[in-house]
C-alpha cells in the first residue's frame, strides 16, 4: 500500500517524541522484530513490551499469528509496507489499545482474520489518542460490531489512507465511532464489506467524525447504510459513493435520531438499492452530484436543485471505478464549486459527453 511505512512513519512522527525528550531525559529506541531472530525480538507483542514511550517498534516482513497490547507512545511501524507483512489474529481480538496516549500510531499492516465482539482488526478504548495509516484491514468478522477499527469512549482516532475491504459484522462494519470519540477518517477506500444490520462502512453513535477523500464502493447493508450517524455529527467532504446498496434506510448516508450532519462536494452514483441520502432532522448540503436514483434524498428538503446539489452523469472512468476516478470530460472536475467526488485527477477520456456543454448548460437540463 505504501512503498516504505517506515519512511512515511518518521514523517512529523517524531513531534511528540522530541517534546518528550526535551521535558524528561530520554533517549528513543527503535527496536526491530524480525521473526527469523537476528534482531530485538521475534513477535511484535515482545517487541511492544520493550518499548517506552516515543520508541519505534519497527516489524520486518512476515506473516505474525499474534492478537497485541499496545502501550502508549509507541509507534508500531511496518518496514516494507502492508503487502508483505501481516498480523493474522487468529479470530481473536486485533490490536488492542486501552489509554494509548498521543504518540501512538500503527502504520503499514495488513491486519486479518480478527474477531471477539469488537474491534476485529484495532480496538481504541478509553482516551487513547491513535493515528492509523497505509494498513489494509481484511476479513475480518465480529459477533457484533467494527470488524476494522473500534473508536470507544472519548477517543481520538486519525484513520488515513487504508483499504478496509471483505469484513463483515452486525454493526458499523469497518469503523465504528461511539460514546463521545472523535475521528478523522480521510483518503480511505472501502468496499465490499457487509453488515448486517447499520452500516457497512463508518457508524457514529454520540460522537464525530469527519470524512474526507474516502471512496465507498459496494458495499451493503440489511438495514443501514455506508455512513451512518445516530444522535452524532458528521462532516463529508470530497467523498465519492459508487454501488452501495441497503435493503432499507439509505445506500449511502444515514443521518438519524436528530443528528448534525454538513455535506459538500460529494459524488453519489449507481446505488444497487435504496436512495443516496435519508436524514429526519436537517443536513447542510452544498455542490453535491447524484446520478442514477430513482429517488436522490429523502427527509424534510429533497435538497438537490439548492446550493448546487444537481443531478449529473459525473463520466466515470469503466476501467478503473473502484477509484472514483473521472473522465477528463467530468463535469464534477470543472464545475464552479471545484471538483466534487474523492479524485481530483482525471483519469480516462473513455466516458465522453455526447456533445461538449458547460457546466451551465447541463444544469438546465434538470
Known amino acids: 500500500i505504501v512503498p516504505s511505512a517506515a519512511q512515511e512513519a518518521m514523517k512529523g512522527g517524531w513531534g511528540v517524541s522530541l517534546a518528550l525528550c526535551l521535558a524528561f531525559p530520554c533517549i528513543a529506541d527503535t527496536i526491530e522484530v524480525i521473526p527469523s531472530g537476528g534482531g530485538d525480538a521475534v513477535t511484535i507483542q515482545d517487541g511492544v513490551d520493550m518499548a517506552n514511550v516515543g520508541d519505534m517498534v519497527l516489524v520486518h516482513p512476515g506473516l505474525y499469528y499474534e492478537n497485541i497490547t499496545m ?57 487513547s489518542h ?15 460490531e467494527a470488524a476494522g477499527i473500534h473508536v470507544h469512549y472519548a477517543c481520538y482516532a486519525n484513520i488515513h489512507d487504508n483499504i478496509f475491504d471483505y469484513n463483515t459484522t452486525i454493526h458499523s462494519v469497518c469503523i465504528s465511532v461511539i460514546d463521545g470519540s ?32 474516502n471512496v465507498f464502493y459496494r458495499n451493503s447493508s440489511n438495514n443501514g447504510s455506508a455512513v451512518r450517524s445516530w444522535s452524532g455529527s458528521m462532516e463529508l ?44 432532522n436537517s443536513v447542510i448540503a452544498y455542490c453535491n452530484v447524484f ?18 446539489n444537481e443531478i449529473l452523469d459525473p463520466l466515470l472512468c469503466v476501467a478503473d471505478i473502484k477509484t472514483a476516478a473521472l473522465s477528463e470530460y467530468s463535469p464534477c472536475l470543472t464545475g464552479p464549486c471545484g471538483y466534487i467526488g474523492a479524485n481530483p485527477e482525471p483519469g480516462c477520456t473513455d466516458a465522453v459527453p455526447t456533445q461538449e456543454m458547460s457546466w451551465g448548460d447541463l444544469k438546465k437540463l434538470y
Open 237 to 280: 467532504y470530497n467523498n465519492s459513493f459508487l454501488y452501495n446498496s441497503s435493503n432499507t434506510e439509505a445506500a449511502d448516508v444515514s443521518s438519524r435520531s436528530y443528528s448534525m450532519t454538513h455535506m459538500e462536494r460529494n459524488l453519489f452514483a449507481f446505488a444497487e438499492s435504496g436512495p443516496a441520502v435519508l436524514y429526519d
Open 291 to 308: 446520478w442514477d436514483y430513482d429517488t436522490p434524498v429523502v427527509g424534510p428538503n429533497p435538497l438537490v436543485g439548492e446550493n448546487s
Open 71 to 127: 502501550k502508549g507512545g509507541v509507534e508500531l511501524v511496518s518496514l516494507s509496507g502492508a503487502e508483505v507483512t501481516t498480523i493474522d489474529m487468529g479470530g481473536g481480538l486485533g490490536i488492542n489499545c486501552e489509554q494509548c496516549g498521543v504518540g501512538t500510531r500503527i502504520i503499514g499492516f495488513t491486519l486479518t482474520n480478527g474477531g471477539a465482539y469488537c474491534g476485529g482488526g484495532v480496538r481504541l478504548y478509553d482516551n
Open 130 to 144: 491513535v493515528e492509523i495509516a497505509y494498513c489494509h484491514i481484511t476479513d475480518n468478522h465480529t459477533t457484533f
Open 182 to 213: 472523535n475521528a478523522d477518517i480521510v483518503d480511505n477506500l472501502f468496499k465490499y464489506n457487509t453488515s448486517e444490520h447499520l452500516s457497512a462502512g463508518v457508524g457514529i453513535h454520540s460522537s464525530h467524525a469527519y470524512l474526507e477523500g
